[in-house]
């Protein structure tokens, strides 16, 4: 059974930055999308970023682009969301998710695989 496991949540005061982790079984990391998603209460989830781990493509969501980096050190290793300047808007629970393939859309009803969520919290 596949387990995505997410590193704690944190808060932190705006323009701050955390690091958060999606732990996974080896073989997920092998030519497979990892992805961040995001969610409050009164919207949908909504896709962050994304990393094919077979040639370390990425993608991220408009919102995010130039301020969130999603890594993989090598195959073996958790992959990571680096959040820099946050806002309070950044606020949500957010999901580590994986599906086969190298096709990574920011879409949750794509994914096969969830994590149980991290909060974060940004306040202002």
């Known amino acids: 059974q596949v387990q995505l496991v997410e590193s704690w949540g944190g808060s932190v005061h705006a323009g701050g930055f955390l690091i958060r982790s999606c732990a996974a079984s080896v073989y997920i990391y092998r030519n497979n999308c990892i992805s961040w998603f995001r969610q409050v209460p009164w919207k949908e989830r909504e896709g962050v970023a994304a990393?094919?781990?077979?040639?370390?493509?990425?993608y991220y969501a408009d919102s995010v682009k130039g301020r969130f980096t999603i890594s993989q050190d090598n195959a073996k290793n958790p992959v990571s969301l680096q959040m820099n300047s946050l806002k309070p808007e950044d606020t949500a629970m957010y999901y580590c998710?994986?599906?086969?393939?190298?096709?990574?859309?920011?879409?949750?009803?794509?994914?096969?695989?969830w994590g149980q969520g991290t909060q974060v919290t940004v306040s202002s």
């Open positions: 998710a994986a599906r086969s393939g190298r096709w990574c859309p920011l879409l949750p009803s794509m994914y096969n695989y």
């Open positions: 990393i094919y781990t077979g040639g370390g493509s990425t």
